[in-house]
């Protein structure tokens, strides 16, 4: 096969260095599942994205996620990093909109040029299980008074299903350290394998609320920034009010504990039962090179 082009971005970024990394694979087609796995092992990102033609399909462009474990049928900073790039190297004419396809389905992404944010529409939002906070707080590793008892611990999912879990305060988000064992224990009965917590009150008092996410399963032990979860977080947010109204348009901060400060741009509205989400970022790219596939001996080489 020879080489193909990568480029790696910082997703819901608020400079460089920070946000959520990602690598981006063009024309990525011929390479098989395996060897996509490898490579998202290799990088050892959160989540690695390939883009599988640099041509349209069906007025969509077809992508596949990998996390370090397993793929995944669909995750928000690897879409917002993707639209980025094909954008900016793939289109010969920058577009206002442009739909990428996943095994979740289609995601429109929007760009709004003036302020620098891309826009990613997930799709409508399914509600879960609801979860016992004895069990919960001993995966967290904190007390159950942590736990802000007005809402529920929930399962949400807008194309890939997370447990949300409302704390008092950012002590209590600090102080959250996952307890591996029960964990295991705990997903094993869940359709979702994330755990999002998140505070009202945040490092940064521009922004509006504060969440920590974690995904042990996917090889992931605390990620920098989560689309998929915070969209999952905004459907959450309208249904319960939890700012008591339907409709939000907050800015979320995430990975400070990690020191991978990002920043989330939410907006949800709940229109008779039927919520719309949308989840924003910016975008800064760091690098591009050169990835040699090997086929005499199956292994993949970084240059």
Same mark, same amino acid.
């Given at each position: 096969m020879g080489e193909i082009n990568y480029s790696i971005v910082d997703v819901f970024s608020q400079g460089k260095y920070t946000g959520n990394q990602l690598a981006v694979f063009k024309n990525a087609g011929n390479i098989s599942d395996d060897e996509m796995q490898q490579i998202a092992k290799e990088i050892n990102f959160s +989540?690695?994205? #390939?883009? !599988?033609?640099?041509?349209?399909?069906?007025?969509?462009?077809? *992508?596949?996620?990998?996390?370090?474990?397993?793929?995944?049928?669909?995750?928000?900073?690897?879409?917002?990093?993707?639209?980025y790039i094909i954008q900016k190297e793939v289109l010969e004419e920058p577009l206002d909109k442009l739909i990428l396809k996943y095994k979740a389905g289609k995601i429109p992404v929007s760009f709004d040029n003036q302020e620098g944010i891309l826009w990613m529409k997930q799709n409508e939002p399914t509600f879960g299980s609801i979860l016992d906070t004895n069990k919960v707080s001993t995966v967290l590793n904190i007390d159950k008074e942590y736990i802000d008892e007005r809402f529920p611990i929930q399962e949400v999912s807008t194309g890939l299903p997370v447990i949300v879990v409302p704390?008092?305060?950012?002590?209590?988000?600090k102080k959250v350290q996952i307890n591996? +064992?029960?964990? #295991?224990? !705990?997903?094993?009965?869940?359709?979702?394998?994330?755990?999002? *917590?998140?505070?009202?009150?945040?490092?940064?008092?521009?922004?509006?609320?504060?969440?920590?996410?974690?995904?042990?399963?996917?090889?992931i032990s605390e990620d920098a920034a989560t689309g998929s979860s915070n969209g999952c977080l905004a459907s959450y947010l309208v249904k319960y009010r939890y700012f008591e109204k339907s409709e939000i348009n907050i800015r979320v901060e995430q990975g400070y504990e990690i020191k991978r400060p990002s920043l989330l741009f939410l907006k949800a509205s709940d229109d008779n039962g039927k919520i719309n989400v949308y989840v924003g970022g910016r975008v800064v790219k760091i690098a591009q090179g050169e990835w040699f596939i090997q086929r005499s001996d199956n292994v993949t080489h970084q240059i």
């Open positions: +989540e690695t994205a #390939f883009i !599988l033609s640099d041509a349209k399909n069906d007025n969509g462009y077809d *992508v596949r996620i990998f996390t370090p474990n397993e793929e995944v049928p669909f995750a928000g900073h690897p879409t917002l990093g993707t639209a704390l008092k305060s950012l002590d209590a988000v591996k +064992e029960k964990y #295991f224990e !705990l997903i094993e009965y869940t359709d979702a394998k994330a755990i999002m *917590v998140f505070s009202p009150e945040v490092y940064n008092t521009v922004n509006d609320l504060n969440v920590r996410d974690f995904a042990e399963y996917y090889g």
